[in-house]
C-alpha cells in the first residue's frame, strides 16, 4: 500500500502537536510496510526527525503563498524565480516570524488556500498536483488537517484515490480569524467535506465538535487517538524533594503559561511550598517571545526569578530529560484542545497531569487515570503536591496505560485499518487485514 501524506510545516519553532503526531505517524507506518510519502507544505519539516527526504520539495512554500496573496505579479512569476523563495533556509528564517505561525490577520489567505484551484495560489495547486501524477502513484491519500481540504477535489480528480482528512484543532486557527473571513472559512470547509472520503478526528470530543460544526454525519469520522513513539520514556521519582511543576507547550499566553506562572506564585505562598519549582519547555516564536520576558519580570518581582526556568530547547532529548525532573504536568488551556499530546508524553514518563475540565482533556484522563481536572487551578495542585501517594498512583496508573493503548505502533494500525477499508485490499495491504 502506498499512502500520500500532506503536511504543513512549523518549522521547528514550536512544539506543534500536529508535526509531531504526522511525522511518528509516517515513520511507523514505514516500519510496518507501507509506503508512504510526505509532502511538505509552506514550511520544512524540524520537529522529532524529519522523514522527507531531502529531494522533496516543500509545496506551498510560505513566503510564495504570501506574496502569490498580497501582490498579483507573482501569481505568474515563473518557477526559478519561485523557486528561490522556497529554498530551505529562507523558509527557516521565515517559521521564525510571527506571522507565519499566528491566524491574526490571515483570513483572506486562509479563505484562498480552502479555495483550491479557484484560489490565488492556483499555480501552486497546479504545480502539487503535476508533481504527484509524475512521481507518485499512491492507494490514498491524507490531508494532515482541514485547512488543506482546498486540495482534495483537485487530488480525487487527478489521481482517482480516496482522500481522508485528519482534524485536530483546526478550530483554533479558524476562530483567531476576524470577521467575515472566518465565517467564510468555515462554510468553505464544510462545502468542501463532499470531496472527503473518511475524516479521522484525534479525539471523540472533536470528533463530535467538528460533526456539528461542518454539519458533516458523525458516522463519517473515526476516533483515531494520538499514538507516541514510547522509546526512552524512563519514568520519573516523584520524591518531591523539590516539588517541580511542568508546562510542556508552545510558550505562549493563549495556551496558559501565565495562568501557570500566576498559581505558582500562589502557591509559594503556602506553607510547606518554599522549595517548589516551575520548569516550561515548548519552544516560542515571535511575540511569545516578549510575554515570556514579561512572566520573568512577573517573577522576578516576586522574588521568585531563580525558582522557575524556560527552556529553549525541547529536542525529543530535551523533553523526556525534562518530564523525569517533574512532579505533576499542567498546561492549563482552559478552552480545552482535541487532545493534548503532552498529556501523553508526561504520563509515559509516570508523571500524572492536572488539566482543565474542557475539551478532550476530560476524555484522555478517563481513559488512562492518570490525572485530575480542576475547576480551581491553585487548590488542585496544592492538593496533588501534598497528598504524595495519589500523586505516585496516577503517575502509575497514567504511564500503564499510554505503554498499552497510546503508542504511535497502536495509532498506525487504526489508521491502516482505515486505508484499507477505503482503497481496498491489494497484495501489498493483503497482510495488513489483521490490523
Known amino acids: 500500500m502506498k499512502v500520500v501524506h500532506i503536511v504543513p510545516g512549523s518549522g521547528g519553532t514550536f ?10 505517524l509516517i515513520q511507523a507506518l514505514r516500519r510496518r510496510g507501507v509506503e508512504v510519502v510526505m509532502v511538505p507544505m ?4 524540524f520537529t522529532d526527525g524529519n522523514p522527507v527526504p531531502e529531494d522533496t520539495p516543500v509545496f506551498f512554500g510560505g513566503i510564495n503563498v504570501w506574496l502569490q496573496q498580497k501582490i498579483p505579479l507573482f501569481r505568474k512569476t515563473p518557477r526559478w ?13 521565515a517559521a521564525k516570524m510571527e506571522g507565519t505561525t499566528s491566524a491574526a490577520g490571515l483570513g483572506p489567505m486562509t479563505l484562498s488556500m480552502l479555495e483550491g484551484s479557484d484560489g490565488n495560489q492556483r499555480k501552486e495547486v497546479e504545480r502539487l498536483i503535476q508533481w504527484l501524477k509524475e512521481n507518485e502513484k499512491p492507494d490514498a491519500v491524507q490531508l494532515s488537517n482541514a485547512l488543506l481540504i482546498g486540495l482534495a477535489a483537485e487530488i480525487k480528480s487527478a489521481l482517482n484515490v480516496p482522500v481522508i ?3 485536530q484543532d483546526e478550530n483554533e486557527w479558524l476562530d ?11 462554510n468553505a470547509i464544510a462545502a468542501r467535506c463532499k470531496d472527503v472520503d473518511r ?10 465538535r467538528m460533526s456539528e460544526r461542518l454539519r458533516i454525519a458523525r458516522d463519517q469520522i473515526d476516533v483515531v487517538h494520538i499514538g507516541i513513539d514510547l522509546t526512552g520514556y524512563a519514568p520519573a521519582s516523584l520524591d518531591l524533594n523539590p516539588p517541580v511543576i511542568g508546562f510542556l507547550s508552545r510558550m505562549n499566553e493563549s495556551l496558559g503559561l501565565g495562568k501557570l506562572v500566576d498559581a505558582f506564585i500562589e502557591l509559594k505562598k503556602f506553607q510547606g511550598m518554599e522549595g517548589l519549582k516551575l520548569r516550561a519547555i515548548g519552544g516560542a516564536v515571535g511575540d511569545d517571545w516578549a510575554y515570556v520576558s514579561k512572566l520573568r519580570k512577573k517573577l522576578a518581582k516576586a522574588g521568585l526569578e531563580n525558582d522557575a526556568e524556560f ?3 525541547f529536542s525529543r532529548e530535551n523533553r523526556q530529560a ?12 482552559e478552552r480545552g484542545e482535541a487532545f493534548g499530546t503532552y498529556m501523553i508524553e508526561a504520563m509515559a514518563a509516570g508523571v500524572p497531569v492536572v488539566q482543565p475540565k474542557a475539551g478532550a482533556f476530560p476524555e484522555l484522563i478517563a481513559a488512562t487515570g492518570g490525572g485530575v481536572m480542576y475547576e480551581n487551578l491553585v487548590q488542585a495542585l496544592n492538593w496533588l503536591l501534598t497528598n504524595p501517594e495519589q500523586l505516585r498512583r496516577l503517575g502509575q496508573a497514567g504511564r500503564e496505560s499510554v505503554m498499552k493503548n497510546f503508542s504511535v505502533e497502536t495509532m498506525a494500525q487504526k489508521m491502516i485499518s482505515v486505508y484499507t477499508k477505503l482503497a481496498g485490499p491489494t497484495p501489498d495491504t493483503a497482510e495488513f487485514r489483521q490490523y
Not at 177 to 184: D, G, K, N, R, V
Not at 203 to 208: E, K, L, P, Q, R
Not at 322 to 333: A, D, M, T
Open 199 to 208: 475524516f479521522v478526528a484525534v479525539s471523540g470530543w472533536f470528533a463530535d
Open 165 to 167: 482528512c485528519s482534524l
Open 81 to 93: 524565480l519561485d523557486r528561490l523563495f522556497d529554498s530551505k533556509w529562507m523558509l527557516r528564517r
Open 311 to 313: 527552556i529553549e530547547d
Open 42 to 45: 509552506y514550511l520544512p519539516m
Open 176 to 186: 483567531s480569524i476576524s470577521s467575515p473571513h472566518a465565517e467564510a472559512c468555515w
Open 15 to 24: 512544539y506543534c502537536q500536529n508535526c509531531m503526531r504526522d511525522i511518528a
Open 322 to 333: 525534562f518530564l523525569k525532573s517533574l512532579s505533576i504536568l499542567c498546561v492549563p488551556v
